[in-house]
């Protein structure tokens, strides 16, 4: 913070944007808020409604701060009402990530990385874990390893590790019991368009991942998230997302091999023309015209 405070005072800019919910985004915001630095805030008004979770707090403070707020959905816009914000600085944007999948949509579908480790198209279930809630405690993590290894005897599983499940699983002395199932395969976590290949190639994924939530509704990939609750309801009530508990995920897994998929329609905006739309309002904001 003091050595973007540092920048902001040498270069002076008209405005700050912030992108998400992470501590860096609260840091950006406090900085230019306390040296009279507009501050516009992409992703606002997104809210689990658990301040257990850290990006839960890290969304309160920088939207009661910022200047103008880029929404994603009409969910966003009525928490930000609900809370007191002017209406004024809201604005329904649309999701930024959804550009950044279609502008590289091409490369993506060039990939094919689940041919590259032996799977055929629809051929195996993604499965992305890294919360906190389902990784640290021992015991649920073993639990949700049991799982897995259970739902890989009906479908092959596919499973980027990341670093933090990594480490978890090989201090509890997990990570074998993984290895040596026959239906889980095991990767290194992949870069954004490998892993999306992954993710449009797949028949559903289960997650505890924020923006899969997002990157799997889009396409109408069906997913699980293996969380209580999420700060992007639109997924569900539009999307192909469902939330559920690890008790219930067999049951769920079941329903989706049945093929009893939930209905979905596109989201509004989720078009890949929110950066459009983001640079029309800083304009505005800043009163500069062409």
Known sequence: MIAYEKVLIEERPDIVIVVGEV???VAA???????????????AGLRSFDRTMPEEINRLETDTLADMLWTPSPDGDENLIREGTDPDKICRVGNIMIDSLEMLRDRIEH???HHEIGFKKRGYCLVTLHR?????????????????ERISQKSPLVFPVHPRTLKNLEQNNLISQLKSA???????????????????????????????????????IPCLTLRPNTERPVTIEQGSNKLCRPDE??????????????????????????ADRVVDSVKSLLNVSG
């Not at 915001?29 to 992703?43: D, M, N, R, S």
């Not at 923006?211 to 109408?220: A, K, N, R």
């Open 29 to 43: 915001t406090l900085a230019a808020v306390k040296l009279g630095i507009k501050v516009a805030h992409l992703e």
């Open 111 to 113: 990939q094919n990385v």
């Open 249 to 274: 995920l067999e049951s769920e897994v079941k329903n989706l091999f049945k093929d009893n998929i939930k209905q979905y329609r596109q989201i509004e905006l989720w078009d890949g023309k929110t």
């Open 132 to 148: 906190p809630s389902n990784v640290d405690a021992p015991e649920i993590l073993g639990s949700l390893c049991d799982l897995l």
């Open 23 to 25: 501590n860096s985004t």
């Open 182 to 220: 026959e239906g889980i395969r095991l990767l290194e976590p992949l870069n954004y368009i490998r892993f999306m290949s992954l993710v449009f190639n797949c028949r559903f994924v289960i997650t505890d991942s924020g923006g899969i939530q997002e990157e799997t509704t889009h396409p109408g």
